[in-house]
């Protein structure tokens, strides 16, 4: 069927509204990836480099651990408020938790109550992150024309590589105009000012956002306690949505937050080479996403879920691998983008399928928390685990290793819901 101009129009415009909220959080968490060594000599005591190191993966893992929490109770405050007040109530929490780590004065300044400053607003991002992907990616499925749920809902996630893409290039321009040096001492809080800047403007444009008509067709609203009720009663279908997003978050952490540190720590790379292949990493993203979104539309979810997890399962150990034994610049962009276009493929498809399987009245709530489980429990805290894993067995290509554990838990629940028993979302009783 034709769609009016002005109608096309207008879901353009409110497919950018919802995404600007989705483009700071994003933001936030990839700069503190990017310049975590800078905030680990920053913010955190004692000679050790790679304790420090691995302290600040823990507090930007940390971030993570919250975001059960605000699935559940910002989930359930969208499911009976709406959208709309959800997703702007969302990004001011974001807009807080920025603050509070752009403007923390360094340990050296003000003692121990530096880093739990930085851990403080890395919780409240992490809370107001635990719904935020869902809250957008659930109003852009709800939105959407027939048969076009797959390239609509995509666009979350490519918004999301807009933020790779910029915090990549705002490094770049950093350090080729500071040097290492003062990057180090204090241009890493550069990145962090732009993106409080960024926040008037786009708590304003999310403002103009429209409630969905899926939600105002809702003839009642659940309560929190309705909403908790209903996601116990259905505790295997969110487990096995978390075993779906395992991949993606596990991909994507590695490839974009981890690998600036991966890149010069571990490669020896400049910091302009790893941002450069973070940039481009983004870019690659950007075009996937919404090509496999669309895709999935006109073939289907599953095929394209099963095939990406088995490449992913055969690649991720053997492409690092290849890479630590003879590093280079141009290898290492290779490898990237060989992830990249596993990690695009998989969750084009991955994103809009679990809004399609949790029921609309406590849809929000069921997607932001199998996601946010799969992020906070693990996939988070991937550049951590990364870092870890090399310190303790000397191996460079191990990460490899946990790419291939979470492709492996993402195909198997994939399987799970295309030959075993369909799930069916349960009424818990009253």
Known sequence: MHVPSRTRLQQAKSIAIVSSGNFLEMYDFMV????????????????????KLLLTFLTFGAGFL??????????????????????????????????????????????????????????????????ELGGVSVYLSEIAPPGKKGFYVAWQSASQQLAV????????????????????????RIPFIIGCVMIPFLLLIRRLLEESPAFLAQPERPHLHEVVRQLGANWLLVLRGVGMVMMTTVFFYLITAYTPTFGQKELKLTAVEAFLATLCVGVSNFIILPLTGALSDKIGRKPILITAAVVGLACGYPALHWLVSDPSFGAFLAVLLLFSA????????????????????????AF?????????????FTPLIATYLIEKTQDKAVPGLWLMAAATVSL??????????????????A
């Open 32 to 51: 503190f990836g990017y310049y975590a060594q800078a905030i680990s000599k920053a913010f955190f005591p004692g000679d050790n480099d790679v304790t």
């Open 66 to 131: 919250m975001r059960p929490i605000g699935a559940v109770v910002l989930g359930a405050y969208i499911d009976r408020h709406g959208r709309r007040k959800g997703l702007i109530l969302t990004l001011g929490l974001m807009a807080i938790g920025t603050l509070a780590i752009a403007a923390t004065p360094t340990y050296a300044t003000i003692g121990i109550a530096a880093p739990f400053i930085v851990l403080a607003g890395r919780l409240i991002q992490g809370l107001s992150a635990g719904v």
């Open 165 to 188: 893409v910029f915090a990549a290039l705002i490094g770049l321009a950093a350090n080729a105009y500071l040097g290492k040096e003062a990057m180090g001492a204090w241009g890493w």
């Open 342 to 365: 596993i990690y695009a493929t998989y969750n084009g498809a991955m994103v809009v399928f679990l809004t399609e399987v949790m029921p609309v009245r406590v849809r929000t709530a």
């Open 368 to 380: 932001s928390l199998s996601y946010s489980v799969a992020a906070g429990l693990l996939g988070g």
């Open 412 to 429: 198997l629940s994939a399987l799970s819901f295309t030959f075993g028993k369909k799930t069916r979302f349960k009424e818990a009783a």
